[in-house]
């Protein structure tokens, strides 16, 4: 029972529900790239790859700012700062992680095999940037991007200008709510030094950077529709349907109110990935 207990924890520590956010992108990719559904072998590797890079990220995230972590009012209460987990189990936890992407990685194709350590730097060093840069955010939009595109070589064991782009479009989308995200430690960034965009420009001008970002992912998601012949209607349709919701997930921050913060980053992007990868299917298959 120990170890089930263990092995809740971490699971609960790297937040792992909230792969919902990378990996409807990642298969997106890989119905465009395949023109509908990739065989079972390679959609397999492509899941084990995705769980590995988020797991190892997550977990690796945790054990760099377990201290900065125990210092902020809202992080304190997680499981390295409380003691519920070590911080040499969540490296071994994050290196196991990271070992499962490359095992992926290499029963995918050689590309995605020598590529494998670029999305170990990546989504790894992105958990030191907020300590010297600003763009922390987009760094973070970074990691996440590389799913799509991942996720195509993984299909077609090669880099072409849809990929791209989708990953382009995750990239604005992940740091707009990344922006909004960090209004809540506005003052506990400014008091130790850390960067974002919100200490910088203050919760009003940061939610209008945010916005900007979004558009932006929205006019990404065109552009792949345009270089992409295949891509019909109903892709254009989940286009229409993500723009409302980042229009209604802007619509519950407020300067002056930031209660329905949670509401906004968690439900709105789920929602918003998983009906972007459902469209994106129907329009493929039917």
Request: a positive charge; glycine letters at 6%.
């Given at each position: ?11 609960d ?10 990996l ?9 790239a ?23 990220a ?9 201290e900065?972590d ?16 070590k ?44 300590r010297?840069?600003?763009?922390s ?7 996440l ?24 479009a ?6 707009g709510?990344?922006?909004?995200y960090a209004?809540?430690?506005v003052?506990?960034d ?11 420009l ?10 900007i ?15 992409t ?11 229409v349907v ?7 997930e ?10 329905k913060?949670?509401?906004?980053f ?21």
């Open positions: 029972m120990q170890v089930v207990e263990k092995a809740r924890k971490l699971l520590m790297i937040k792992f529900p909230h792969t919902v956010f990378a409807p992108f990642a298969l997106t990719s890989a119905v465009i395949a023109k509908g559904i990739p065989d079972l072998r390679t959609l397999f590797w492509i899941l084990v790859a995705m769980v590995g890079a988020r797991s190892g997550m977990a690796f995230n945790r054990w760099a700012d377990a900065i125990a210092l902020n009012p809202r992080t304190k209460d997680r499981h390295i700062p409380k003691g519920e987990i911080k040499s189990h969540a490296l071994i936890f994050c290196v196991v992680s990271y070992a499962l992407l490359v095992v992926a990685a290499y029963n995918l194709n050689p590309l995605c095999f020598y590529l494998s350590p670029v999305a170990i730097l990546v989504t790894a060093g992105y958990s030191y940037t907020k010297f840069t600003w763009a955010h987009l760094i973070l939009g970074l990691a991007s590389m799913a799509p595109i991942g996720a195509w070589i993984a299909v077609k064991g090669k880099f072409e200008l849809t990929p791209l782009l989708l990953g382009a995750v990239l604005f989308w992940v740091a709510f990344d922006v909004l209004l809540q430690d003052e506990f400014r008091r130790y030094g850390l960067y974002s965009i919100p200490r910088f203050g919760v009003g001008k940061s939610i209008w950077v945010a916005r970002f979004h558009i932006i992912t929205i006019a990404f998601l065109i552009w792949v529709r345009e270089a012949p295949y891509l019909d209607g109903l892709f254009t349709a989940g286009i993500a723009a409302c919701l980042l229009f209604y802007h619509q519950l921050v407020k300067p002056d109110d930031l209660s913060l949670d509401v906004a968690f439900n709105m992007n789920g929602y918003l990935s998983v009906e972007v990868f459902v469209f994106t299917l129907l329009d493929l298959l039917f």
